[in-house]
C-alpha cells in the first residue's frame, strides 16, 4: 500500500497545536499501518519547523511542501504536485485541526473497496452535524462533513472537481455529494475528533456559497439544497 496523508491547509491560526495534532496523527498511522508513507502539506503560513519536524520522521518517505496565502480551495485546487499525488494508492485527507483518535487505515482501505465508497470518513466528535457523530454500522450518505477522508487518487480528483477556487470556504460543497452522485460514508467504529472551533469567515463564505450553488446547481439556498437530499440514505451493518 502506497499512502499519502494530505493536509490541504495549515497556517499561523492555532499553528502550535495544529502542529502537535499533526505529529500525532503521522505516528499513529505508522503505529497502525507499521510501513512508510508519505506527506504533503499545503501552507498559507509558513512554518519552517513544521516542515523540518515532518522530515525528520524515519517514517517519512517523501514530502511535498506547497506555500500560498489563502484559504482550503485556493490551496488544494492550485497544489503543482498533482501528478506525484497520482502515483499513490490511498489518499488520507485531514483537516489540520483533526486528532485521530481510533483509525485503522488498512480496515478502511478494506471497506471503502468492499463497497466501492469513493469518499470514507471515520465519526467525528465535536462536528457541526450530529449525522457525523459515532453510531452503529457504515452509514451512506448524500451528505459529508469533511473532517477526513479516506480516497484514492481517482476519488481525490473528482472531489476537486466539484469545488472552485471562488468558493474557497467550501461551504455547502459537502451537502452535494449526493446531487453529484460521489458515493460517501462514515465507518463509524474509527473516530477522529475536530479539536478547534471553525476559523471561518461565515459572512463571507455565506455568501460564497450562495453564489456557488446559484451558479452550479438547481438550488438557490442551502435550506433548498438540504430539503432534496436527506443526509444519510442506507446503513451497512457487518458481523
Excluded at 477522529?192 to 446547481?217: D, I, K, V
Amino acid at each position: 500500500m502506497k499512502l499519502l496523508y494530505y493536509v490541504p491547509a495549515i497556517g499561523k491560526n492555532n499553528l502550535e497545536k495544529k502542529h502537535g495534532f499533526l505529529l500525532n496523527n503521522l505516528r499513529y498511522i505508522y503505529d497502525t499501518i507499521k510501513q512508510p508513507f508519505s506527506v504533503a502539506i499545503n501552507f498559507y503560513t509558513v512554518s519552517e519547523e513544521i516542515k523540518s519536524s515532518v522530515k525528520a520522521l524515519d517514517f517519512v518517505e517523501e514530502t511535498y511542501f506547497y506555500e500560498r496565502p489563502g484559504v482550503l480551495t485556493e490551496l488544494f485546487l492550485t497544489n503543482p504536485y498533482g501528478e506525484k499525488f497520482a502515483t499513490y494508492d490511498y489518499i488520507l485527507f485531514v483537516l489540520d485541526d483533526v486528532s485521530l483518535i481510533n483509525v485503522d487505515i488498512s480496515d478502511m482501505i478494506r471497506i471503502k473497496e468492499k463497497y466501492d465508497i469513493e469518499l470514507l470518513s471515520p465519526s467525528i466528535l465535536k462536528s457541526t452535524h450530529r449525522f457525523m457523530n459515532p453510531a452503529k454500522g457504515i452509514t451512506l450518505h448524500n451528505c459529508l462533513e469533511v473532517y477526513v477522508l479516506l480516497m484514492r487518487p481517482v476519488d481525490y480528483q473528482r472531489f476537486c472537481s466539484i469545488h472552485t477556487i471562488e468558493n474557497k470556504w467550501m461551504w455547502a460543497v459537502d451537502f452535494l455529494f449526493g446531487y453529484y452522485k460521489i458515493k460517501s460514508g462514515v465507518v463509524h467504529k474509527y473516530v477522529a475528533r475536530h479539536e478547534l472551533p471553525s476559523s471561518s469567515n461565515g459572512g463571507e463564505a455565506g455568501r460564497l456559497m450562495t453564489q456557488y450553488l446559484q451558479q452550479r446547481t438547481p438550488f438557490k439556498t442551502f435550506n433548498e439544497l438540504c430539503a432534496a437530499f436527506t443526509p444519510v440514505y442506507n446503513t451497512i451493518y457487518e458481523e
